[in-house]
């Protein structure tokens, strides 16, 4: 019983991150083919992370504070903070959905939305399996000139 549970939990290890690693390729792929736009990108997904972080800051600045007895906590930094960081998010969600279609648009925020709350909630550790999932889904390609000339 315990080798089948081995062989089940190292069938989910590696079978969950390499069916997302697949899936967000080929959702990359199709982007580029119908509207000529990489919506899963490195840079977008480094972004995200980085608005995801001064959100949640923010939010966590606001409340130690509270939590440690100094008043109602900092409310002008923790404000700007999370303010800054939704406003990097809105500011993708807008660039996906300018360049795609509505429903590739929400596809795309979804996934940039949904990898910066589970690196804040479970840790560095998902973080980089995250990071190294997109990284690898969103790596360029060499193109080459067929007829040039």
Known sequence: MLVLQVVAFLGVAIGVPYGAYRLLKAFNKRCQFLFGYSALTVPKVVLMSLAAA???????????????????????????????????????????????????GTAATLVHVGF?????????????????????????????????G
């Open 54 to 104: 001064l959100a949640y800051g923010g939010y966590a600045w606001g409340g130690v504070a509270e939590r440690l007895g100094m008043g109602g906590g900092d409310s002008l930094n923790s404000t700007a903070l999370w303010v800054f960081g939704g406003a990097i998010i809105l500011g993708l969600a807008y660039q996906n959905y300018r360049r795609t279609n509505l429903l590739f």
């Open 116 to 148: 910066a709350p589970l690196a804040l909630q479970f840790g560095v550790l998902l973080a980089v399996i995250a990071f190294v999932v997109v990284m690898f889904a969103a790596m360029p390609r060499p193109v080459y000139v067929i007829n040039a």
